[in-house]
């Protein structure tokens, strides 16, 4: 059964930073690319970054750019989120969400929730 | 990144059909078939329903079809019954630059 289990939100003040992280199991990470989706409050999904299986090829959306990091062990079968100078408008549930050929999330987490305050 | 443009809201009674539309543009749903859709129930991760347009993933329920034409892809869902009360996202591959965008979402009410 796959399984993505996302940590490392909390509160952090303006400009604060924080990592995210996402264990992975029940398929074979290594062979799999990998996203950042977030949800704001009340809000619609929004799609944050992409790591592909290798951690050769990533992209951001344009609101986290220059301030958001991906990255991915897979030795270690996680996924990571280093978020530096964060914003009010950061606050959200952020899920991670394995990523598929046809350009889907088959799997999400369950997320974790970012306070920027 | 532009959000694909959904109806807020959309309603029906147990046993009807439903549409939701889901318009984008040429750079996005109107140049790729990579067009999904997810459920969301209150306090939930959102859940795969449609892929590349028209497929449903295993385990979904034959009642969602999906459609495009165009740039509007639509997700319509036969025989509503109080549990597809839910919202629903769109989504479209946009492209190396943009990647992908998602629907601003609909919140379906079964009456």
């Known amino acids: 059964e796959v399984q993505l289990v996302e940590s490392g939100g909390g509160l952090v003040q303006p400009g604060g930073s924080l990592r995210l992280s996402c264990a992975a199991s029940g398929f074979t990470f290594s062979g799999h690319e990998m996203n950042w989706v977030r949800q704001a409050p009340g809000k619609g999904l929004e799609w944050v970054s992409y790591?592909?299986?290798?951690?050769?090829?990533?992209y951001y959306a344009d609101s986290v750019k220059g301030r958001f990091t991906i990255s991915r062990d897979n030795a270690k079968n996680s996924l990571f989120l280093q978020m530096n100078s964060l914003r009010a408008e950061d606050t959200a549930v952020y899920y991670c969400?394995?990523?598929?050929?046809?350009?889907?999330?088959?799997?999400w987490g369950q997320g974790t929730l970012v306070t920027v305050s | 990144q532009s959000a694909l443009t959904q109806p807020a809201s959309v309603s029906g009674s147990p046993g009807q059909s439903i549409t939701i539309s889901c318009t984008g543009t040429?750079?996005?749903?109107?140049?790729?078939?990579?067009v999904s859709w997810y459920q969301q129930h209150p306090g939930k991760a959102p859940k795969l329903m449609i892929y590349?347009?028209?497929k449903r993933p295993s385990g979904v329920s034959n009642r969602f079809s999906g459609s495009k034409s165009g740039s509007t892809a639509s997700l319509t869902i036969s025989g509503l019954q109080a549990e597809d009360e839910a919202d629903y996202y769109c989504?479209?591959?946009?492209?190396?630059?943009?990647?992908?965008?998602f629907g601003g979402g609909t919140k379906l009410t079964v009456l």
């Open positions: 989504c479209s591959y946009a492209g190396s630059s943009t990647y992908v965008v």
């Open positions: 590349e347009v028209t």
């Open positions: 790591i592909s299986n290798r951690g050769s090829t990533i």
């Open positions: 040429s750079s996005d749903v109107g140049s790729y078939n990579l």
């Open positions: 969400a394995k990523f598929r050929y046809s350009y889907d999330f088959d799997f």
